[in-house]
């Protein structure tokens, strides 16, 4: 994990290697890609697929403002 996180430059965030699938039962992940933001009062927003750069940042920005 830790050379495809080098070789495409995704470095800029926390990865976790889920080996057993807790982490994903936990949040309610079903697939991959997937993607878990939570706010600084553990409110918790699931994305389930893909995101475009644009609607990764609008995630960010609306952790950032709240």
Do not use: K
């Amino acid at each position: 994990m830790a050379v495809f996180v080098d070789e495409f430059g995704l470095d800029g965030f926390e990865h976790v290697a889920d080996i057993n699938g807790e982490l994903w039962a936990v949040f309610g992940v079903a697939a991959q890609p997937s993607y878990v933001f939570i706010n600084d009062d553990g409110q918790i927003s699931r994305h389930i697929g893909g995101m475009e750069v644009d609607d990764f940042t609008d995630q960010l920005q609306l952790l950032i403002d709240s």
